[in-house]
């Protein structure tokens, strides 16, 4: 009586093998635009929580307050003079008895390979000022700000963009854009 041996036969696993690097060249470019997808999508509801913080404590407080391009030092929180959006926000207050007060600080990194960059800004690049009734003062009727949340991989003109916006009446919102 013969006994069969059970296993895999040097072609069988040459053909397994073969297939699953086909499956995975196909799915990691995929899982990449995945990924970075989402980091351009983070970066901008953040920007969304920052600024709607900010029109919030202006509305609450009944001062002006600001959202500002960070400076960059932990120990001292303050407006830069640079627009390097993509270095972290703090909302402050503007003006009043509290003037100068930090009210929050975002200290971020953008994502690797994610940008965000100021496309509209009213008069000011590197600002937003609420006032107390929660509207954007540095606005004219029919202006808005618009930022641009984008990955590196982004081809322009090509969709896979965030854009956060805030019209005169001072409300935030990101919705989809195309990268520039």
Same mark, same amino acid.
């Given at each position: 009586m013969m006994i069969r041996q059970a296993g895999f036969t040097l072609l069988e696993l040459l053909i397994t093998?073969? @297939?699953a690097i086909v499956l995975m060249a196909v799915a990691i470019p995929s899982f990449v635009n995945f990924i970075e997808s989402n980091r351009v999508t983070?970066?901008?509801n953040?920007?969304?929580t920052a600024l709607n913080v900010a029109r919030s404590e202006a509305i609450r407080r009944v001062e002006?307050?600001?959202l500002? @391009?960070?400076n960059g030092d932990p120990e001292d929180p303050d407006c830069a003079s640079d627009a390097n959006?993509?270095?972290g926000w703090v909302a402050r207050v503007a003006s009043g008895d509290n003037a100068g007060a930090v009210i929050r600080v975002w200290?971020?990194?953008a994502p690797a390979g994610v940008t965000l960059i100021r496309v509209e800004s009213g008069d000011s690049q590197n600002v937003v000022r609420y006032n107390p009734?929660?509207?954007v003062q540095t606005l004219e009727q029919g202006e808005r700000m618009l930022w641009r949340a984008q990955g590196n991989r982004c081809a322009a003109g090509a969709a896979g963009a965030r854009m956060v916006e805030v019209n005169r009446v001072g409300r935030p919102q990101a919705r989809e854009g195309t990268c520039g």
């Open positions: 093998v073969i @297939v983070g970066l901008a953040q920007m969304v002006t307050v600001e500002c @391009v960070f959006w993509a270095r200290e971020l990194d009734m929660g509207r």
